[in-house]
């Protein structure tokens, strides 16, 4: 088919480009070779192309309403007339950018040899020294961490503190420094004390215990010695226990609980009081000041005063009678009736010997008659010792019954 039987409507119309200045884009896409792409290694069956213009008719249809790009401002014309009838487009003048700068020159040798120095001396190696990663290796040590932060503190403070205590002026200074210190605060006014109050049943002991206590006043508290001062309360014979302490008001108060006398002991030295634990009370002038307390005797009574107190206690039939307990042997004991009269209990069993011997006398009235003794020593086998003008007469009518001459 010819140009002149074609159809119009066939050809691609000839589209002119308006006439404003003529558009250039650097770098030319015919001059420039298109930039690799990356693509995975046996995905594509061709290496990829480059287009320089996508195909007239690929790209969709804009929608209603949206005018078409400034690059394309003019819609195509529809095929109107042959293709010689158009008249020719106008002369479009391209403009060249300009060209890129050139590469500058290379440097001589020296001048790189410079440049190459101050850039490697501009550079920083990250990689640790070997000091500097040997002592963070230290740090990361608990031990070595403790001992910087706590322990070479306090011997840089030790270490300073020694140099200069070792100086005699400087000790000296220091030890009169703290002396004052101290004296300054314990004679406060607040810490003094101006009286003692002694609490004890005995007016004598109170006076006494206050007398031998030797606590002149004021004095500050800090230079009583309370435990000393118990002590020394303590030792009277007649206190059992002490209490010391200092009062509000500048007032040291003791509490005194006496020994109670719980029997009177004999013994070549004299009379002594005994509480129920056999320690030394006070010693009595006489036995009519204390006639109210039992009498026990001999040596080692005040050791087994317990059982004493016992016996004393079960003989109560015969209180009015007793004059006291004897420690024989300081083994067993001997109960003194008046009369003469004296019942001898065995070492073991004492209390039911006893008990045997006032139940004989309530029931037959034995300790009425005469006799001296009654000897429980032997607990299966009792003997009875009749007195003197008891045994007398049992002679004497033993002779008158039987007839006998006597001569």
């Given at each position: 088919?010819?140009?002149?039987?074609?159809?119009?409507?066939?050809?691609?119309?000839?589209?002119?480009?308006?006439?404003?200045?003529?558009?250039?884009?650097?770098?030319?896409?015919?001059?420039?070779?298109?930039?690799?792409?990356?693509?995975?290694?046996?995905?594509?069956?061709?290496?990829?192309?480059?287009?320089?213009?996508?195909?007239?008719?690929?790209?969709?249809?804009?929608?209603?309403?949206?005018?078409?790009?400034?690059?394309?401002?003019?819609?195509?014309?529809?095929?109107?007339?042959?293709?010689?009838?158009?008249?020719?487009?106008?002369?479009?003048?391209?403009?060249?950018?300009?060209?890129?700068?050139?590469?500058?020159?290379?440097?001589?040798?020296?001048?790189?040899?410079?440049?190459?120095?101050?850039?490697?001396?501009?550079?920083?190696?990250?990689?640790?020294?070997?000091?500097?990663?040997?002592?963070n290796r230290l740090w990361l040590t608990p031990a070595f961490r403790h001992f910087v932060r706590l322990g070479l503190p306090v011997l840089l403070v030790a270490?300073?503190?020694?140099?200069?205590?070792?100086?005699?002026?400087?000790?000296?200074?220091?030890?009169?420094?703290?002396?004052?210190?101290?004296?300054?605060?314990?004679?406060?006014?607040?810490?003094?004390?101006?009286?003692?109050?002694?609490?004890?049943?005995?007016?004598?002991?109170?006076?006494?215990?206050?007398?031998?206590?030797?606590?002149?006043?004021?004095?500050?508290?800090?230079?009583?010695?309370?435990?000393?001062?118990?002590?020394?309360?303590?030792?009277?014979?007649?206190?059992?226990?002490?209490?010391?302490?200092?009062?509000?008001?500048?007032?040291?108060?003791?509490?005194?609980?006496?020994?109670?006398?719980?029997?009177?002991?004999?013994?070549a030295g004299g009379l002594d009081l005994i509480d129920a634990t056999g320690h030394r009370v006070a010693q009595l002038a006489s036995r009519e000041a204390r006639?109210?307390?039992?009498?026990?005797?001999?040596?080692?009574?005040?050791?087994?005063?317990?059982?004493?107190?016992?016996?004393?206690?079960?003989?109560?039939?015969?209180?009015?009678?007793?004059?006291?307990?004897?420690?024989?042997?300081?083994?067993?004991?001997?109960?003194?009736?008046?009369?003469?009269?004296?019942?001898?209990?065995?070492?073991?069993?004492?209390?039911?010997?006893?008990?045997?011997?006032?139940?004989?006398?309530?029931?037959?009235?034995?300790?009425?008659?005469?006799?001296?003794?009654?000897?429980?020593?032997?607990?299966?086998?009792?003997?009875?010792?009749?007195?003197?003008?008891?045994?007398?007469?049992?002679?004497?009518?033993?002779?008158?019954?039987?007839?006998?001459?006597?001569?």
């Amino acid at each position: 088919m010819s140009a002149l039987t074609r159809d119009p409507r066939l050809v691609p119309p000839l589209t002119a480009k308006p006439a404003t200045a003529p558009r250039w884009d650097w770098p030319d896409p015919d001059e420039v070779t298109p930039p690799p792409m990356a693509r995975a290694p046996g995905r594509y069956l061709s290496d990829p192309r480059w287009p320089v213009s996508p195909p007239p008719g690929s790209w969709p249809p804009l929608p209603d309403g949206m005018a078409p790009a400034q690059d394309d401002p003019l819609p195509p014309e529809p095929p109107s007339a042959l293709a010689f009838d158009r008249e020719p487009a106008p002369p479009v003048t391209l403009v060249r950018p300009p060209p890129p700068p050139l590469p500058a020159a290379e440097p001589e040798p020296a001048a790189l040899h410079d440049t190459l120095s101050a850039g490697a001396a501009r550079q920083h190696d990250p990689s640790p020294s070997r000091a500097a990663y040997r002592m963070n290796r230290l740090w990361l040590t608990p031990a070595f961490r403790h001992f910087v932060r706590l322990g070479l503190p306090v011997l840089l403070v030790a270490l300073v503190a020694g140099g200069w205590l070792s100086r005699p002026d400087n000790r000296a200074a220091l030890s009169a420094w703290v002396e004052g210190l101290v004296d300054t605060v314990q004679n406060q006014p607040m810490f003094l004390v101006h009286r003692m109050e002694v609490q004890s049943r005995s007016p004598e002991v109170a006076q006494g215990v206050a007398a031998a206590l030797q606590v002149s006043f004021p004095v500050s508290s800090f230079d009583l010695d309370l435990p000393a001062l118990r002590a020394m309360a303590e030792d009277f014979e007649a206190i059992e226990q002490a209490w010391l302490q200092v009062r509000p008001g500048g007032v040291l108060e003791v509490r005194l609980q006496e020994r109670l006398p719980a029997m009177v002991w004999r013994h070549a030295g004299g009379l002594d009081l005994i509480d129920a634990t056999g320690h030394r009370v006070a010693q009595l002038a006489s036995r009519e000041a204390r006639a109210d307390l039992p009498l026990i005797a001999g040596e080692g009574a005040p050791e087994a005063v317990a059982e004493a107190l016992l016996l004393w206690a079960a003989a109560t039939p015969l209180q009015s009678r007793i004059r006291g307990l004897v420690r024989m042997g300081e083994r067993r004991w001997d109960l003194v009736l008046d009369r003469n009269q004296r019942i001898l209990l065995p070492e073991d069993g004492a209390l039911g010997a006893l008990e045997r011997v006032l139940a004989l006398d309530a029931t037959q009235g034995l300790l009425s008659r005469d006799l001296s003794i009654v000897d429980l020593r032997i607990p299966s086998r009792p003997v009875l010792r009749l007195s003197a003008e008891a045994l007398a007469d049992l002679h004497r009518n033993r002779s008158s019954l039987q007839g006998a001459v006597t001569q």
